[in-house]
């Protein structure tokens, strides 16, 4: 679809063409991508993709589980090579300077890798040690850093004696220990309970203001809308859009959707009526609209179209309420109806014409 | 009217489905609950069934080679053994191995799969779930190990009877007799360990405080009364012993009084029984209403080391310099520049000192174990088996100098170069198998500015100060024992580094390209018969000249020559040989293993 991707693209920062142009200022960006490509035999993870990522920003890879986004980062943190295309972060080629990138990263991975065998407060020290960071300056920050994950009062206990959530945090804090100019985070809440999660967005929140590159990446739509400044929607190893979360929905979706059910079997007909009826009815009601201020119905509709999904039909409109006062008033009775604000996820389903969640 | 139709015909009243009639299908699991449990068991046993079935077919003939001719030519044919009924010491060994074995498989099939089944997989979990009892699910695992010992027992018999190792036909029964010794070792340990919440290294303490001391002071290669009084009663306690006696007496009828052949029954079949009951009961206690979440061992210890953590922590904190406003800033993270910048950082002793770090949290207890299996290997054939040789012809080793030298002295120089090995494999393998696939360890290494070649060195270096330890123990009860000379010793710990440094170089390499647990099995299976004929428990000269070479061209026999030379203080040409071998081993090693490791992380 390359009509949308022009659509969301955005135009270079001043501070990319700076950079490209006079080498000896500092760089502006933190990393930058060029028709980035990962190929593992036949099957290729990342499909030449070019993307951009500023100094303080935070910015986030959405798509499904396989669209590349993990490749992606590990191409990012130096420990996978690349098939084809550029790559700078910091300034450097991670595959030609393997340590020297990594010393500017923390990596959250996807699943905590902390080492079982040390406890809470040597995790971060001796990972500190592989940056060769001296012992005592560790000690302090790390009590910093204790302090900052909510883990003092566990740094003498053993890693598997901690929740998740914890464990969550340990992880994050252990990646905070060289001061990294850019953060890597795979995935950061998934699997957590929404308290441990509200946390961990909270703790994320902090280093965003106090100036580190965030980049994440999540198939969580909420988190990405918490999260990310500006990001860009994968799948299958391509880019099928780019922007901020409020101009992805603007861009891509209508205010408002309206999800109703009419019970498996009757979907797929009732959405053939429902757009027959809503688009006669924004036709009408167009008309009407000036008579009937403030009774409500038909007015302002906005209806775009209906999504089919097998449990669900979606109906996109700027006023679901009134798309579904239009639905009473016809005579339709659907088993559940629920009004809500549209999302990433509506973005995605618009982009690729598939669910995110599998 | 439908409903009437349905009362009406036969054909209709048929359940739609095998799950539809709970009452029948609860009443099934009831009566043949625990063998359902077996069948699951058995099942997932095939993912490793040839190894087993290798192994089964493979060991007694590696100990019938090896022990059976090789040491048998040592410890003379015929006279000895008449007196037990045996025509040769092969005859005299081999139903005692054959429960040997089955022992040594009960000390893995009772402990890991039991601490899966309750930890790490918690597959008895998704049994409970089921109309299992817990007494079914715990007598279902012991029904399946049993069937897999009574298998490996027929074949082994097979093999024993082909080699004409048995005389009797009674031999047959040593099927049972090893399984049920099998049994009774194991079903006092699958009771303790389903007692376990948490594995903290207990598994490789039972292997090497148990299983080991009770095999090797069991009378397997020797007469139990070849050993001092005070090791005859540790061998009469275990229940390898009672089953090795039986054995020897079913199968070329090993003359015993009555009474002792029914105390060998009685007290194999009385532990097995008890120790039975107390399974069912301990997974009745944890399965079943009551909720039971098992020990925590060490839990007193563990307490012990937070507490000592936080002492420590507190007098770094307060330490000059430790807070002081000028530390705040980030120092300086160096890396070098230069040739493989990319790949090495100039930082090992991070992974080093992570290692030390991760060893002295550890219960020192394990740490040590590994300084007393070689130990044990020298007192029981040291003890056991030099009354039955008057001493070594030196010229039939390969010495200069001629005489003939101590049955203990021939092995202990050998021995230091199996423990060398032994410890530089286990760290280099399982160790290092461990950190790459299950705990990520390395991952998670590679993810900082170390480089792969910090992580193979560190970690090389770590298996060489065990190993370094661990030999440093083994030299001394050797000192102490008059068995070598101190300048020899000195020597002798330097040659147990270099060996080690081979070995796990060598062993890194090849498990970084493993995946699968099944292809360690494969790996200590190539590890087994180099111990057993690498002139370790008798000379190279037994064998014939093919059968020599082939075992010239293996690592080990290098080093225990290497050994051998320095403690004997014979050298020659053949000793440049030996050290040539391991340089050739150490480089190419370090060089697969660097570019596995970039193969591995840098992908």
């Not at chain 1, 639905?327 to 339709?332: F, K």
């Not at chain 2, 009566?31 to 359902?36: D, E, M, P, S």
């Not at chain 2, 068995?483 to 390499?509: E, R």
């Not at chain 2, 494969?522 to 428990?537: D, G, I, N």
Request: aromatic share 10%; charged share 15%.
């Amino acid at each position: 679809m390359p009509r949308l991707c022009e659509n969301a693209s955005i135009p270079l920062s001043p501070g990319d063409i700076t950079a490209s142009t006079l080498p000896l200022m500092p760089v502006e960006h933190a990393i930058r991508a060029t028709g980035l490509t990962k190929r593992y035999g036949d099957f290729t993870a990342v499909d030449g993709i070019d993307f951009t990522v500023n100094r303080g920003e935070s910015f986030g890879l959405l798509g499904p589980n396989g669209a590349g986004k993990s490749t992606t980062m590990r191409m990012i943190a130096a420990v996978a090579s690349r098939s084809a295309g550029t790559m700078s972060v910091a300034g450097l080629d991670p595959e030609q300077n393997g340590p020297e990138v990594r010393a500017r990263l923390g990596v959250i991975p996807q699943q905590d890798n902390l080492d079982e065998e040390l406890s809470v407060r040597e995790n971060i020290i001796m990972y500190g040690r592989y940056f060769g960071l001296p012992r005592r300056w560790l000690n302090a920050k790390t009590e910093e850093l204790l302090e900052f994950a909510q883990l003092s009062h566990k740094a003498t206990a053993r890693v598997e004696d901690l929740s998740g959530g914890m464990k969550r945090r340990l992880t994050i804090a252990r990646a905070l220990v060289n001061e990294p100019e850019i953060l890597l985070l795979d995935e950061p809440t998934t699997g957590l309970d929404p308290q441990a999660r509200h946390i961990l967005w909270d703790r994320l929140f902090r280093l965003r203001e106090s100036g580190t590159t965030l980049v994440l990446t999540t198939h969580h739509m909420d988190e990405a809308e918490q999260l990310c400044e500006r990001l860009i929607v994968v799948d299958e190893g391509r880019i099928m859009a780019e922007g901020s979360p409020a101009g992805l929905i603007r861009d891509h979706s209508t205010r408002e959707v309206l999800e109703l059910r009419f019970g498996m079997d009757r979907n797929q007909e009732q959405a053939q009526q429902l757009t027959a009826l809503l688009s006669s009815g924004a036709a009408s009601a167009n008309g009407a609209a000036a008579a009937d201020v403030g009774v409500g119905v038909g007015v302002g509709v906005g209806f775009s179209h209906v999504e089919v999904l097998p449990d669900r039909l979606l109906v996109y409109a700027g006023s679901a309420e009134s798309a579904l006062e239009q639905i009473h008033a016809a005579g339709l009775r659907p088993m559940t109806s629920l009004v809500r604000r549209s999302s990433l996820e509506d973005v995605f389903l618009r982009l690729t014409g598939r669910t995110l969640v599998d | 009217m439908s409903t009437d139709r349905l009362t009406a015909d036969p054909e209709l009243q048929q359940p739609v489905s095998q799950a539809a009639d709970k009452q029948t299908m609860a009443g099934r699991a009831r009566r043949f609950g625990a063998l359902h449990q077996a069948e699951r068991t058995l099942r997932s046993m095939r993912a490793y069934g040839t190894v087993i079935l290798f192994s089964s077919v493979s060991q007694p003939i590696m100990y019938i080679l090896a022990m059976g001719l090789g040491l048998g030519v040592l410890v003379g044919e015929g006279g000895d053994f008449a007196e037990y009924g045996a025509s040769s010491y092969l005859m005299y060994i081999a139903p005692a191995i054959l429960a040997s074995t089955v022992a040594m498989a009960a000390g893995i099939e009772f402990t890991f799969p039991v601490m899966e089944g309750f930890k790490w997989r918690r597959l008895y979990y998704g049994a409970q779930a089921s109309p299992l009892s817990p007494g079914q699910i715990a007598s279902g695992h012991i029904l399946a190990v049993s069937v897999r010992f009574g298998i490996h027992a027929a074949i082994f018999t097979v093999v024993l009877y082909l080699f004409g190792a048995i005389s009797s036909p009674l031999g047959v029964l040593m099927i049972a007799s090893a399984m049920l010794g099998g049994l009774a070792i194991g079903l006092p340990i699958m009771a303790y360990v389903s007692t376990l919440r948490d594995e903290k290294g207990q598994m490789s303490l039972i292997q090497r405080f148990v299983i080991m001391p009770l095999f090797l002071f069991s009378g397997t290669f020797y007469p139990l009364t070849n050993l001092p009084g005070f090791l005859q009663v540790l061998g009469w306690f275990s229940p390898i012993w009672h089953a090795n006696e039986l054995g020897r007496v079913l199968a070329f009828g090993q003359p015993s009084p009555a009474w002792l052949i029914l105390l060998h029954v009685l007290y194999l079949l009385g532990i097995t029984v008890a120790a039975w009951l107390a399974t069912v009961r301990i997974f009745t206690r944890r399965l079943g209403l009551e909720e039971w979440r098992g020990r925590t061992p060490g839990a007193k210890a563990d307490a012990k080391r937070q507490e000592r953590l936080a002492v420590k922590d507190a007098a770094d904190s307060t330490a000059p310099g430790g807070a002081a406003p000028d530390s705040t800033a980030l120092p300086r993270i160096a890396f070098r520049r230069g040739f493989g910048a990319n790949y090495y950082s100039g930082n090992i002793r991070a992974v080093f000192g992570r290692g030390l770090t991760a060893i002295r949290n550890n219960r020192g207890v394990i740490f040590l174990s590994g300084l007393l299996e070689p130990v044990l290997f020298l007192t029981s054939f040291g003890l056991g088996i030099s009354p039955m040789i008057a001493g070594v012809d030196a010229e039939q080793v390969g010495l200069r100098g001629g005489g003939t030298i101590s049955y203990a002295a021939f092995i202990a120089p050998a021995l230091l170069a199996v423990s060398a090995m032994n410890g530089a494999i286990f760290d280099s393998t399982w160790n290092v198998f461990f950190k790459l696939k299950i705990t990520k360890l390395y991952r998670t290494m590679m993810s900082t500015s170390l480089g792969p070649v910090d992580v193979a060195v560190g970690e090389i270096c770590l298996a060489l100060f065990r190993g370094g330890i661990y030999a440093l123990g083994f030299i001394g009860v050797l000192l102490v024992g008059g068995l070598i000379d101190p300048l020899a010793a000195v020597l002798m710990w330097f040659t147990a580094l270099f060996v080690a440094l081979g070995f796990a170089s060598v062993g890194m390499a090849v498990t970084s390209f493993m995946t699968r647990f099944q292809q360690m099995d494969w790996m200590m299976m190539v590890l087994m018969p180099m111990f057993l004929f690498s002139a370790t428990l008798f000379p190279i000269s037994v064998y014939p000249a093919g059968v020599q070479a082939f075992i010239q061209a293996l690592p080990l026999w290098h080093a225990v020559e290497l050994m051998r030379d320095i403690a004997f203080w014979d050298f020659s040409g053949l000793t440049l040989v030996h050290i040539g071998y391991y340089l050739v081993m150490i480089v190419v090693g370090l060089a697969l293993t660097t570019y596995r490791m970039k193969k591995l992380f840098l992908r």
